[in-house]
């Protein structure tokens, strides 16, 4: 309705869906974790411009890339990652934010690291979802 009212060449709608899905699962205290091997829904928009942005980054093999965007919440994860950067104006907003979300990933998941260390599963999507929001946070500072 928005992009009706105000047109925009940086038009966003397509994603929604799968921010909502991400927003909802969170806010509703989903167990993420255990999604990732039974995800929360069925529901994947693999976006092509999101997965070219990606491509882009080094670190991830086509392959892999294209395995772990196959996971509802990894993927989820990603385009509310790419709405975000292209949405956002404000350089402080985006720094303060990516800021937190690199502090979770580097400080507070590995903190009990021993809790999921042997989990192979978790490992793997930890250091693909790592790469994204290093790639992400270094990009916006």
């Known amino acids: 309705m928005y992009y009706n009212k105000y047109p925009s060449e940086n ?3 397509r994603y929604l869906w799968a921010v909502k899905f991400l927003r909802n699962a969170a806010a509703h205290n989903s167990c993420l974790i255990n999604s990732l091997k039974n995800p ?5 928009n693999l976006c092509k411009d999101i997965n070219t942005y990606i491509s882009k980054i080094d670190g ?5 890339r294209k395995r772990r965007m196959a996971n509802p919440i990894i993927n989820d994860f990603v385009v509310t990652l790419y709405v975000f950067n292209n949405v956002v104006t ?3 907003i985006k ?3 990516m800021s937190e979300l690199k502090d979770l ?3 507070r998941f590995t903190r009990d690291k021993n809790y999921f260390g042997k989990n192979q599963l ?3 999507y930890y250091k693909f979802v790592k790469i994204i929001v290093d790639y ?3 990009n916006c500072i």
Do not use: P
């Not at 929360?40 to 994947?44: A, E, G, L, R």
């Open 11 to 13: 038009n966003m709608s």
């Open 40 to 44: 929360y829904n069925t529901h994947i």
């Open 60 to 64: 991830i093999s086509s392959d892999i």
């Open 90 to 92: 404000s350089e402080e």
């Open 95 to 97: 720094k303060r934010a």
């Open 105 to 107: 990933i580097d400080i």
């Open 122 to 124: 978790i490992v793997s």
């Open 136 to 138: 992400f946070y270094n």
